[in-house]
C-alpha cells in the first residue's frame, strides 16, 4: 500500500553535518592509520623470556592466565655438560644416583635421564608434564652449565596482549619479540 | 707455505674460541665416542602469519556480512547465526585476542612509544568496526563481537534499565576507555585486556576474581540485555560515535513508520526512541532553553574541575606502573624492612632495585611525570564525558517515527518482526487494506 | 503462561540443566578453593620426610614413602587439570543449554504487546530527563569521591615535587665512593680490619723483640665474645646485653676511651630480641672496619655503621637468627663490601644465607640462598685462582662464592658437625676444620662441586672443635680447646709436632713473624717457635679470662678480656706500670 520513501531525498541539514562527520572521521582515522602503519611490523609480536635476566623465581609456573602455562624449560643441549650428577636433575646432595623421587629436583618427573655413554648422560625435557617452575634451571645455572633455561613455547602460549607473567617477573626478563624469530635460545653457558 | 699458515691460523683461531666458550662452562662439553648426535631444542613455531591475515579477512567479511543482513536482507535470524559463528571463531577459537576493544589500547602505546610498532592485523581490528560503524552502524555489535554473541545467546527475559540508570552506568565504558588509553600511552599496561571479564570464558582458565566476574556478567545478562557492551566495553563508546554519523540507519520499519507502538517494547536494550511529543507547550521550552544554556557553561566548569581533582589522584595512580611499584616497594623496604623469603619473587625484584637504586628511581620519576600529565587529561575527559552525557540527556533530537537510538542501538535485529510493516514484506500478513470508506 | 507440551518441556531442560551447570560449577569452585590452600609443591609432610631421609639415607622404608607421597601428588595434579578442563566445557555446555531453553520458553511465553495509552508522555520525558541529570550529578560526585579514596588508599612514598626528586638523586646511589676515600689495599694489610686481620689469616710477618709485655689496659664496660679491630691510631670493640648494645672506640696508643656509642633504634629490629643464649650473648660477631666506618653485628641481627669519629652512618636489621648456641659469625670485609654469613635454622632449608652489603650504604648488593643450618663461622675472602673468593664453612659444605655478583663458584661436601673454626688461605691451599673430624687443605681453582677432586690432603689427628687454625705458606697450626697445639706440614700434611700446653683454649692461634701465640681462656699466652720443632719460648700470665682471638697492628697485640682490653708490645714501651 505504501509506496517506499522517494529515493532521493534532498539534502537535509543533518544529513549533510553527518556526511561532515563521516569524512571528518574517515580522513582522521586513514591519517592515524597510515602514520603507525607506516612502522608497522608484519608478522606482529610474540612473548620471549630472556634466559641472561631470568631469575627462576617460579612465577612462569603459576600466573599464566592458562592452568598449564605456556612456559617450558628447553635444553640447550649443545651446553650441557651431560654430568653423571646433574644439578638441574638431581638436588645438591642426593640420596643416590638414581631417578628415584626423593632424589629429583623436578616435581613433576618431567626430566628424563637416559644414559648415553661412560660417563655421559642426557637430560631432556618432557614438555607434556613440564610446569615451567624453574627448579631445575635454578639447579642448572646455580651449580652446572646453564643448559636448562625457560622458554615461552608458542604452540601452547595465548599470545596475549599483555603477558600476565610480564607483569610480575622480577627480573623484567619478558619482551616482545617479532614473530618470525620468537625465541631467545642459549648458546653459552652465560 | 701460506696456504699452510692460514690454516694454521684458522685453527688456532677455532681452537681458541671453542677454549673460550669452554672457558665459560663450569663442565667441558663431552667427547663422545659412541657416535651420538647431539638434539637440537625443539622450537615450535607461533601461529602463522597468514592465518593473522586470514582472521583479518574473517573479520572483514563478517562486517560486510552483519551490515547486509542488516540493511539488504534484514534477517535477524541471519544475524544470529552470524554472531554463533563469531563466537565460535572469535570467541572460542582465536580465544578473544587479538580483538577490536582492547586494539584502541594498543595504538595509545604505539604512540608514544616508538620502539612499539603496531602489527598491521591489529590496525585493522581497531579501526575497521569503526569505519563499519560510519557506514552501517553497530554492525560490528550486532554480528561481529563475540562478546556481544555470548551475552544474547544467554538473554532470557529482558528487563527494562530506567533512564536514570542507564546514563548513570553509561558513564562507566567512557571511563575506562580513558583510564585504559592512559595505562597504554604512558606503558603502564593495557588495563582494557586485564579486566575483561569474559575473555577467561573463552579461554575457559583464569584467575578466581575475573572468572568470577564473567559469571556474575552472565548471569545478569540473562535479565539485562548486554551488560558488559551497555556498561562496560570501552570500544562500544567508540562505535557510538561513529555510528551517530552514520551513512545507513537501523530503522524499524521497511516503509513507513504508521506509529502503531508495537515495537516500544520489542529492544532488550533500551534503544528504542519515540517519536518526539507534540509541540512541547511554550512554558516547557524557555525553561529547557535555559537549562541548555546553563549546561554548556557549566561544560568547562567541570572538565576544570575533573582535571584539578584528576591531577590528584597521580601518585596513587601512577602505582599501576611497575617501575613506579618496585620504586614503592624499594622505598618501604628501606625505612621498614620485610623479610621476604630468601630467592621468592618479591626478594629478587627487591635486590635488584637495591642493585641499581639510582635506575630504577629515574624510571618511576619519569613515570610519576608521565603519569601527572596523563591524569589531568583523564580528569578533563571524566568531566566532559559527564557534562556532555548532562546536555545529551536535555537535548531532544526531533524525531517523526519509531526508531532506535543510533549510538545505542546494537544493530541485532530483533526489532524487525515486531513491525507490521515487515511483516508484511516477508508475507506473513497480509497488506492492510484501505479504510477509506467507499 | 503458555503451557503447551513445547513450553513444558523446554522449562524442564532448562530446570535440569541450570540444577546440572549449579553442581558442576559447585565442584569446580569447590575443588579450585581447596587447591588454592594446598600447593601441592610446597607440601610440608614432604619436607619432613626429606629431612628425616637427609638424617638416615638407607631407610628403604622411609625412601618408599617419599615415592608414594610424592606419586599420589602428582597424581591429584594431573586429575586436577583434567577435571578443570573436562569441567570448564560441562560447565559452558550446560549453560548454554539452559540459556537456550529458558530463552525459547521465554519467547514462547510472552506476551505479545499491548501498547497503552500515554497520558502526559512530554512531562513523563521531561521527568525522565531530570532524573537522569540528577543521577549523572551524583555518579560525578561518586567519581570524584573514588578519586579521593583512590588517593588516600594509595600512599605513595616517593617525592611529590620535583625538588623532592632532585633531593633523591643527590643521596648516596651504588656508585662506590671516590677512589681517594678507598683505603688502599696496604692499609688493609697492616691494620686488622676483622676477625683474623685482613685476610683472616691470623698471622702478621712482623715480630715483636723478645716478651712482649702489657702496656696499657682498660676496662671495656660491657662483656662481649668479639675480638678487637684496629685501624690507624683507634681500637675497637664491641659489648652489650639484652638493653643496651654498643661500640667502643679507644686510643690504640694510651687506652683512653675516645668514643662509645649504642646501636638502638634500628628499623625493623624488634625491642625484645628473641633467646639469645647467655653463653654467647650478644656481642659474639668481631667488628669489621674499612677505614671509613665501622661495622658492628650483634646476635639480635642488629647491624650498625659507624663513622670513624662515633656518629652512626646507617643501622640495619638482619634478624632474627634462629641459632641454637646464639649467632656468632663475625663480618668480613674487602674494599667497601661488607660480607655476612647469615647461617640460621636446625636444617638445611630455613633461610641461611650469604649477603653482600655496601659499606658506604648498607645497601645488599646480592644474597645467595645457602643448604645448610646454622654455623659458627666466619667468611673470609681471598684472591685465589685469578678470582676474588668468599670462602664459607657449614655443615656440610665448603662454598665458594664470587665476591662481585655472589655466584656460586665451587661447593665440596667436606664437613661435619658443628662448624665453628674458619678456614684460612695460605700458601695457595684453603685449610678447613671439620670439627672433631678433619683438618682439611683444598685447593681453590676448582669449579663446581669439587669434593672428590680438589682435597690436597686431610689429617685426623688433634681435630679442634672452636679455635679456628692458623698458617703460614710452610706450616699449619691446630689447637684444640684442651690446649693440645698440633703443627703439620703445609704441603702434604704431615704431622711435625704437637704438644699439650694443658690448658683449656677458647681463642684462635695467631702467628707473628716466626712464632705461634695461643691465648688460653684463664689468661696464659703462650709463644712458641713456628717451625719444624716444638720450642716454648715463653709465657706470661694475664690476670684476665680470654675467650677472643688476638688482633696485631702497628708493633702491638690487642687481647680483649672478660673485664679489660690489653695492649702488649715490647718489654722496653712498658714505660709506665699498667693503669
Redesign the interface.
Known amino acids: ?5 522517494p529515493a532521493h531525498d534532498p539534502l537535509t541539514r543533518r544529513q549533510f553535518l ?1 556526511n561532515g ?2 569524512l571528518l ?2 580522513t582522521g ?1 586513514g591519517a ?2 597510515g602514520a ?2 607506516s ?8 612473548w620471549q623470556i630472556d634466559p641472561a635476566k631470568c ?1 627462576h ?3 612462569c609456573a603459576t600466573q599464566c ?4 602455562s605456556a612456559v617450558k624449560c ?10 653423571q ?1 646433574c ?1 638441574g636433575f638431581f638436588w ?2 642426593p ?1 643416590q644416583l638414581t631417578t ?3 632424589n629429583q629436583v623436578c ?3 618431567a626430566i628424563r635421564r637416559r644414559y ?2 661412560d660417563p ?1 648422560y ?1 637430560y ?1 625435557i618432557d614438555e607434556t608434564l613440564c610446569i615451567g ?1 624453574a627448579k631445575c634451571v ?1 639447579g642448572c645455572t ?4 646453564g643448559s636448562l633455561f625457560l622458554q615461552v ?3 601452547r ?6 603477558c600476565a607473567i610480564a ?2 617477573c ?2 623484567e626478563a619478558f619482551r ?1 619479540v617479532p ?2 624469530q ?2 631467545l ?1 642459549k648458546t ?3 | 707455505m701460506p696456504r699452510r699458515l692460514k690454516l694454521t691460523g684458522a685453527l688456532g683461531m677455532l681452537l681458541l674460541a671453542a677454549l673460550m ?1 669452554c672457558a ?7 667427547d ?3 657416535g ?1 648426535h ?10 602463522q ?1 597468514w592465518l ?1 591475515y586470514a582472521d583479518t579477512g574473517v573479520l572483514l567479511a563478517g562486517l560486510g556480512a552483519a551490515a547486509w543482513l542488516i540493511y539488504a536482507k534484514r534477517s535477524r535470524r541471519g544475524l544470529f547465526w552470524l554472531s554463533v559463528f563469531s563466537l565460535a571463531y572469535f570467541g572460542f577459537y582465536r ?1 578473544g ?2 580483538c577490536p576493544i ?1 586494539a584502541p ?3 595509545a602505546y ?2 608514544f612509544n616508538p620502539g ?8 585493522v581490528f581497531c ?1 575497521a568496526p ?2 563499519a560503524a ?1 557506514l552501517a552502524g553497530r554492525a560490528f555489535c550486532g554480528g561481529v563481537c563475540p562478546h556481544g554473541a555470548l551475552q544474547d545467546l544467554v538473554l532470557i527475559k529482558p528487563v527494562t534499565v530506567p533512564l536514570w540508570l542507564e546514563e548513570a552506568l553509561g558513564t562507566i565504558p567512557w571511563l575506562f576507555l580513558g583510564a585504559g588509553l592512559i595505562c597504554a600511552g604512558t606503558g603502564a ?2 588495563l582494557i ?2 579486566y575483561d571479564p569474559l575473555v ?1 570464558i573463552f ?1 575457559l ?3 578466581t576474581f575475573i572468572l568470577t566476574a564473567g559469571a556474575v556478567f552472565l548471569l545478569a545478562g540473562m535479565f539485562v540485555g548486554r551488560p558488559y557492551c551497555r556498561f562496560l566495553c570501552p570500544y562500544g563508546g567508540l562505535l557510538r560515535l ?1 555510528s ?4 545507513w540507519r537501523v530503522r524499524v520499519t ?3 513508520c504508521t506509529q502503531c507502538r508495537l515495537c516500544e517494547q520489542s529492544c532488550p536494550f533500551g534503544a528504542m526512541r519515540e517519536p518526539a511529543p507534540p509541540a512541547a507547550q511554550a512554558k516547557w521550552l524557555g525553561t529547557q532553553r535555559r537549562r541548555l544554556g546553563w549546561l554548556l557553561a557549566l561544560l568547562p566548569v567541570l572538565m576544570a574541575v575533573g582535571a584539578w581533582s584528576g591531577s590528584k589522584l597521580s601518585p596513587a595512580a601512577a602505582q599501576l606502573d ?1 617501575a613506579v611499584a618496585l620504586a614503592e616497594r624499594y622505598t618501604l623496604q628501606q625505612s621498614h624492612p620485610v623479610q621476604y623469603g630468601v ?4 626478594s ?2 627487591l635486590q ?1 632495585a637495591a642493585m641499581d637504586a639510582k635506575a630504577v628511581l629515574t624510571a618511576a620519576a619519569d613515570a610519576r611525570h608521565r603519569f601527572e600529565l596523563a591524569c589531568w587529561l583523564f580528569g578533563g575527559w571524566a568531566g566532559l564525558v559527564i557534562g556532555l552525557k548532562l546536555i545529551a540527556v536535555s537535548v531532544r533530537p526531533a524525531r517523526s517515527d519509531y526508531e532506535p537510538d543510533r549510538g545505542a542501538c546494537m544493530a541485532c535485529g530483533r526489532c524487525f518482526m515486531a513491525c507490521p ?1 515487515e511483516r508484511v514484506r516477508l508475507g506473513l500478513m497480509p ?4 479504510p477509506a470508506p467507499s | 503462561m503458555n503451557t503447551s507440551a513445547l513450553y513444558r518441556a523446554l522449562a524442564l531442560t532448562a530446570w535440569i540443566a541450570g540444577a546440572f551447570s549449579l553442581l558442576v560449577g559447585g565442584i569446580l569452585v569447590y575443588e579450585h578453593v581447596e587447591a588454592a590452600t594446598r600447593d ?2 610446597k607440601s610440608p609432610q614432604m619436607l619432613a620426610l ?1 629431612e628425616k ?2 638424617a638416615e ?1 638407607k631407610n628403604e622404608a622411609l ?1 618408599n614413602e ?2 608414594q607421597l ?2 599420589k ?2 597424581r591429584d ?1 594431573r586429575r586436577r ?1 583434567a577435571l ?2 573436562s569441567g570448564g566445557w560441562l560447565l559452558l555446555g550446560g549453560a548454554l543449554v539452559l540459556a537456550l531453553a529458558a530463552g525459547n520458553a521465554a519467547a514462547l511465553s510472552k506476551a505479545p504487546p499491548l501498547p497503552q495509552p500515554k497520558s502526559d508522555a512530554a512531562g513523563q520525558s521531561l521527568r525522565l530527563a531530570s532524573h537522569a541529570r540528577w543521577s549523572l550529578a551524583g555518579v560525578g560526585l561518586v567519581v570524584a569521591g573514588s578519586l579521593l579514596i583512590a588517593r588516600l588508599g594509595n600512599p605513595s612514598l616517593l617525592p611529590a615535587s620535583e625538588a623532592g626528586w632532585q633531593k633523591l638523586a643527590v643521596q648516596p646511589d651504588a656508585t662506590p665512593a671516590p677512589a681517594e676515600d678507598v683505603p688502599v689495599r696496604s692499609e688493609f694489610e697492616t691494620n686488622w680490619p676483622r676477625f683474623r686481620g685482613w685476610d683472616g689469616s691470623g698471622a702478621v710477618a712482623w715480630d715483636l723483640k723478645g716478651t712482649p709485655g702489657v702496656l696499657w689496659q682498660c676496662a671495656v664496660p660491657a662483656p662481649g665474645h668479639s675480638s678487637p679491630v684496629v685501624w690507624g691510631d683507634r681500637v675497637f670493640i664491641s659489648g652489650g646485653k639484652a638493653d643496651r648494645r654498643e661500640v667502643f672506640c679507644y686510643n690504640a696508643a694510651s687506652g683512653g676511651l675516645l668514643w662509645r656509642r649504642a646501636i638502638e633504634n634500628v628499623p625493623g629490629s624488634p625491642s625484645k630480641a628473641g633467646d639469645i643464649p647467655e653463653d654467647t650473648g650478644y656481642a659474639a660477631p668481631t667488628m669489621a672496619t674499612d677505614g671509613q666506618r665501622v661495622y658492628a653485628m650483634f646476635g639480635n641481627g642488629d647491624l650498625g655503621a659507624l663513622n670513624l669519629d662515633g656518629t652512626v652512618a646507617w643501622t640495619k636489621y638482619l634478624g632474627p637468627f634462629k641459632n641454637s648456641y646464639g649467632y656468632a659469625a663475625s663480618l668480613a670485609v674487602w674494599g667497601n663490601n661488607l660480607v655476612a654469613q647469615m647461617d640460621s635454622g636446625d636444617t638445611r632449608a630455613e633461610g641461611s644465607k650469604l649477603i653482600s652489603l655496601q659499606g658506604a650504604s648498607g645497601r645488599v648488593m646480592w644474597e645467595r640462598s645457602r ?1 645448610v643450618p646454622a654455623s659458627w663461622a666466619t667468611p673470609i675472602v681471598v684472591e685465589a685462582a685469578g678470582r676474588r673468593q668468599v670462602i664459607t664453612l657449614a655443615n ?1 659444605w665448603i662454598i665458594a662464592y664470587a665476591l662481585e655478583g655472589g ?2 663458584l665451587w ?1 665440596a ?1 667436606l664437613l661435619e658437625n658443628e662448624v665453628v673454626p674458619s678456614p684460612v688461605f695460605a700458601g695457595g691451599l684453603i685449610f678447613a676444620l671439620s670439627p672433631g673430624s678433619k683438618l682439611m687443605a683444598l685447593r681453590p681453582d676448582g669449579a ?2 669439587v669434593s672428590k677432586s680438589h682435597m690436597a690432603w686431610a689429617s685426623e689427628e688433634n681435630v679442634p672443635d672452636i679455635a679456628s687454625p692458623v698458617a703460614n705458606g710452610e706450616f699449619v697450626f691446630t689447637v684444640t680447646s684442651g690446649g693440645e697445639a698440633t703443627c703439620f706440614e703445609a704441603r702434604g700434611g704431615k704431622k711435625d709436632w704437637e704438644t699439650n700446653l694443658d690448658m683449656e683454649v677458647q681463642s684462635s692461634p695467631a702467628l707473628m713473624g716466626g712464632r705461634l701465640l695461643i691465648l688460653g681462656g684463664k689468661g696464659a699466652l703462650v709463644t712458641l717457635e713456628a717451625g719444624r720443632e716444638c720450642r716454648e719460648l715463653g709465657r706470661i700470665q694475664l690476670p684476665d679470662k680470654f675467650t677472643a682471638s688476638p688482633a696485631f697492628a702497628n708493633g702491638r697485640i690487642y687481647l680483649r678480656g672478660a673485664t679489660n682490653l690489653y695492649c702488649l708490645g715490647p718489654a722496653e714501651a712498658q714505660t709506665a706500670k699498667p693503669r
Open positions: 500500500m505504501d509506496a517506499k520513501p553527518g562527520a563521516r572521521a574517515m582515522l592515524a592509520a603507525l602503519a612502522r608497522a611490523s608484519g608478522a606482529g609480536w610474540v631469575l623465581c617460579g612465577n592466565v592458562l592452568e598449564q628447553v635444553h640447550a643441549y649443545a651446553v650441557c655438560g651431560y654430568c650428577l644439578t645438591p646432595e640420596n628415584a623421587a626423593e616435581p613433576t618427573a648415553v655413554e655421559y642426557q631432556s617452575c635454578e646455580r651449580f652446572g652449565n613455547r608458542h604452540d602460549c595465548l599470545h596475549c596482549n599483555e607483569r610480575t622480577p627480573g616482545r614473530a618470525g620468537p625465541y635460545l653459552t653457558s652465560r | 666458550i665459560e662452562q663450569r663442565f667441558p662439553p663431552p663422545f665416542e659412541s651420538y647431539l638434539p637440537a631444542p625443539s622450537t615450535p613455531a607461533p601461529r602469519e593473522q580465544k585476542c587479538i582492547g589500547q594498543n595504538i604505539a604512540l612499539y610498532a603496531v602489527p598491521v592485523t591489529t590496525l579501526f569503526i569505519v560510519l599496561g593495557f585486556c586485564r577467561p579461554r582458565s583464569g584467575g561513529a551517530l554519523a552514520s551513512k521497511p516503509d513507513t611497575p630467592m621468592t619473587p618479591e629478587l625484584s635488584r510493516n497488506a492492510a487494506e484501505d | 601441592p609443591w626429606m631421609l637427609a639415607p625412601q617419599i615415592r610424592d606419586l601428588v602428582r595434579f587439570l578443570d578442563k643448604p656440610p655466584q656460586e661447593r661436601q663446581g662441586d
